[in-house]
């Protein structure tokens, strides 16, 4: 016959309270504890004979077996948080449920005599506990075949050698006892099963139990701490909000603890005049002031206050204020490019480029100039130096270092020195002696032109090169290499019958400057005596043909003569006139006349002539060369060129066109004017004793007409007499006015006018001058004796 199982129930509710089980003759297995099951009592047990459904029985009736449903069974859900590692569910197969079930009756190890078939409820705190793991109760019987119901599945703990691979126990069937009994009454004293067992009093875990991890000493503490930590940090924020954090500290300034207006005015207070304060900086060995107000530089105290109230939410940033500063810098506003022009006037101080060792000559004496390293300011570095040290709020008179970046020299000290003593010493000691290769004609080159000549240049290696100028040497010789070769003719411009023409150079032979500088070079460095033979060579002249061709000079382009009546004046102007003839004016260079004739001295033959000094007339040595400006403005005016400065006389003087005249006085007074056009001027004069003819040469670009004015605002002379002392010249006067001076510009091909230039001018009026005689000195009245002398 098949094992009956017990009917199954509905789980209980949690709330229901764990009751003792009627006796049905059943045994309830309790599965909340973890301890071993209390021993059957054999007083109590009810033999198997006489309790239905007892084992041996082969027709165990299912209504024996049935618990009563209306009794409520000792159950407890565990809740689903609760379960861990410690408590997991596992399958009913996995091993025995709660304590070891005895053998059946006969079996090894089982008791010797069975005890009665009887049935008895557990206790209701013997075999449930506060948080049992199952959820039902489970009910077997001592019926022959009855099998162990397990509906979920249930906490097991696995006792000592009880494996989970462990044979199958015996079946039902195969037993020859029952299960023992549970006793009736309630079970023996003793520890409680878990150690969370609802309650008052304390607990203690069974034996071979662990505690939850939870509730593990490694575990609580930390969290604990944590805990506290939390707290303590929420109330230090809550406590310092709105304020500064405590040792808060801007630019050396303590601000912590202060509110927001406490702190604005300590900054007003103390940093703020150290930021706007002119500072020292100092860059290498230059020191100069700096002025952050100029630069627009200042402390921004609202930001600078909002940066310090911020307060920070890193745990262990503010764990750090309790034993250390917290530092904020302070926020600044300015303009860079303030700041910067300051910083390029510094460096306009600082900047230098590298000076190489060298050597000086100072006629024939020579010395070695001592190196100087270059040095450039460093402009975002000083940037950066400034503005870290006005956040520093440092003492306005701590100078502030500005970094300068330095450049090395290529040639130091000890080259110089080495091309000192082993060149130029001997180079100045004796002159060098250069002969013709016929020895016909023999030249010294004296050591005065030999220092002249020197020149030194820096070599990326470090080396100090020397060498010989050909020019500056040929300069220094004058006329010394004349005597070798054949002199050279520069072209020059002829003018024959109104026309002009150039004249060609001649070429000559000489010696090669370049050749004779390398030759010099070479025996410089050897004692004395040191001859060279010089190489003669082709010379060209210094203006050739093709140069003069080039200058476009084939045609008149304007002229104009003047008279003049005194021979003293004459003579001035003849003078003058031979120093401006022949001058070649380039496309863009500007005419000076005082430039070209130099003082005008009796050294230059120049004599006294008449003057206008003070706005009357006098003599002077010179006089008379406005003659040649008056003429020299007219060629330049009909050929339409360009009037740089020019100034007219005091008052008319009628021997010149009014409004087209000029005067000069050396060092005062000048006449410009500029070749403003594409080819070359050449300037002719042509004096006779009444008068002075320019004519100037080029290219014709113009033809000019001029056109004056009426004289306009007349002035009368005003009459002036003066003592006849020798001193005094009459003068008859003339009327002042005014005038305007028209040029206009004719295209010369067409005809066609292009454009017009006025000139106005402004005469004063010549006073009339009047020399009126000395009188005698009065003599002493007629009739008077004079008085005789004391004594007398």
């Known amino acids: ?45 009810p033999d198997p004979a006489t309790t239905p459904g007892a084992a041996g029985s082969d027709a165990a009736t299912p209504d024996a077996a049935a618990p009563d449903p209306a009794t409520p069974r000792a159950a407890a859900v565990p809740d689903p948080g609760e379960l861990s590692d410690e408590t997991r569910p596992v399958p009913r197969d996995r091993g025995p449920l709660g304590p070891a079930v005895p053998a059946p009756v006969g079996a090894p190890g089982a008791p010797a005599t069975p005890g009665p078939a009887r049935t008895a409820a557990a206790p209701a705190d013997a075999g449930v506990t506060g948080t049992a793991t199952d959820t039902t109760t489970h009910t077997a019987t001592d019926t022959a075949g009855a099998g162990v119901e397990d509906r979920v599945t249930q906490d097991i703990r696995l006792t000592p050698g009880d494996a989970p691979d462990a044979p199958a126990r015996p079946g039902a069937d195969d037993r020859t006892g029952v299960l023992p009994a549970v006793p009736a009454g309630p079970a023996p004293a003793g520890p409680p099963t878990r150690d969370d067992t609802p309650g008052d009093g304390p607990h203690t875990r069974a034996p071979g139990t662990r505690r939850r991890w939870w509730r593990r000493p490694a575990v609580v503490a930390p ?40 702190a604005a005015q300590r900054l007003e207070t103390e940093l703020a005049p150290r930021v ?48 250390g500063e917290r530092t904020v810098p302070p926020v600044m506003t300015g303009e860079d490019t303030a700041l910067a022009a300051q910083i390029d006037g510094i460096a306009e101080q600082v900047d230098r480029a590298p000076v190489d060792a060298t050597i000086a000559l100072a006629g024939t004496s020579a010395s070695v100039v001592q190196p100087v390293p270059g040095r450039t300011l460093d402009r975002t570095g000083a940037a950066d130096a400034v503005t870290a040290a006005l ?54 080159v004296p050591p005065a032109a030999i220092a002249a000549a020197l020149t030194f240049t820096p070599q990326e290696d470090g080396r100090l090169a020397v060498a010989v100028d050909p020019a500056a040497l040929e300069e220094a010789m004058g006329d010394g290499f004349a005597e070798f070769g054949t002199p050279t003719e520069d072209a020059r411009f002829e003018v024959s019958g109104g026309s002009v023409s150039v004249v060609p150079s001649v070429d000559g032979t000489g010696v090669d400057p370049a050749a004779l500088a390398g030759q010099l070079l070479a025996v410089l460095p050897q004692p004395a005596p040191r001859a ?26 304007s002229t104009f003569t003047t008279n003049f009546t005194s021979a003293a004046s004459g003579t001035n102007i003849r003078v003058a006139a031979a120093e401006v003839d022949g001058t070649i004016v380039r496309p863009g260079e500007t ?59 005091s008052f008319y003087i009628s021997r010149y066109p009014a409004g087209r005249e000029a005067t000069v006085y050396y060092d005062t007074i000048d006449l410009q004017w500029r070749n403003d056009s594409d080819a070359g001027v050449y300037v002719d004069t042509a004096w006779t ?27 009368q002379p005003v009459v002036q007499e003066k003592p006849d002392d020798g001193t005094c010249s009459p003068q008859g006067g ?35 001058v009047r020399c009126v005689p000395v009188a005698a000195p009065a003599g002493p009245p007629p009739g008077v004796v004079p008085a005789p002398a004391p004594g007398g």
């Open 689 to 715: 004793p009444g008068s002075l003819t320019v004519t100037f040469y080029g290219t014709k670009r113009w033809d000019v007409e001029s056109i004056s004015s009426e004289r306009y605002n007349l002035r």
């Open 532 to 557: 060279v033979t010089a190489e003669l060579g082709p010379v060209e002249a210094d203006f050739t043909t093709a140069e003069a061709q080039a200058l476009g000079i084939r045609e008149e382009i």
């Open 223 to 262: 969290v604990a701490a944590a805990g506290v930590l939390a707290a303590a940090y929420g109330v230090d924020l809550a406590a310092t909000r709105g304020d500064v954090l405590r040792n808060t500290v801007v630019a050396g300034i303590d601000l912590g603890g202060l509110s927001p207006a406490a």
């Open 591 to 649: 005419f000076s006349l005082n430039d070209l004739t130099g003082p005008r001295t009796a050294a230059q033959g120049y004599v006294e002539a008449g003057v206008i000094q003070n706005g009357e007339f006098a003599t002077a040595v010179g006089g008379g060369v406005s003659q040649v400006a008056t003429t020299l403005f007219n060629a330049v005016f009909f050929a339409g060129l360009e009037d740089v400065y020019h100034k007219p006389h």
């Open 276 to 323: 706007v304060a002119d500072h020292v900086v100092v860059a290498d060995d230059v020191q100069a002031t700096l002025s952050p107000a100029t630069a627009g530089i200042t402390l921004d105290v609202p930001g600078t206050v909002a940066a310090a109230t911020e307060q920070p939410l890193a745990p262990w940033t503010r764990l750090a204020t309790l034993v």
């Open 1 to 45: 016959m098949p094992p009956q199982t017990a009917p199954q129930h509905d789980q209980p509710s949690l709330a229901e309270p764990a009751v003792a089980q009627p006796d049905d003759g059943t045994a309830r297995i309790g599965t909340g504890g973890t301890g071993p099951a209390a021993a059957p009592d054999p007083a109590t047990t």
């Open 391 to 444: 956040a520093s709020g440092g003492d306005p008179d701590t100078p502030i270092e500005l970094p300068v970046e330095v450049t090395e020299v290529s040639v130091d000290a000890a080259e110089a020195q080495r091309v000192l003593d082993g060149t130029v010493t001997p180079a100045l000691a004796a002159p060098v002696t250069v002969s013709g290769r016929d020895g016909a004609a023999s030249v010294e």
């Open 734 to 768: 003339s009327t002042g006015f005014d005038i305007t001076v028209t040029r206009v510009f004719h295209d010369p091909v067409s005809g066609a006018e292009v454009r017009r230039e006025d000139f106005r001018t402004r005469y004063a009026a010549e006073p009339v």
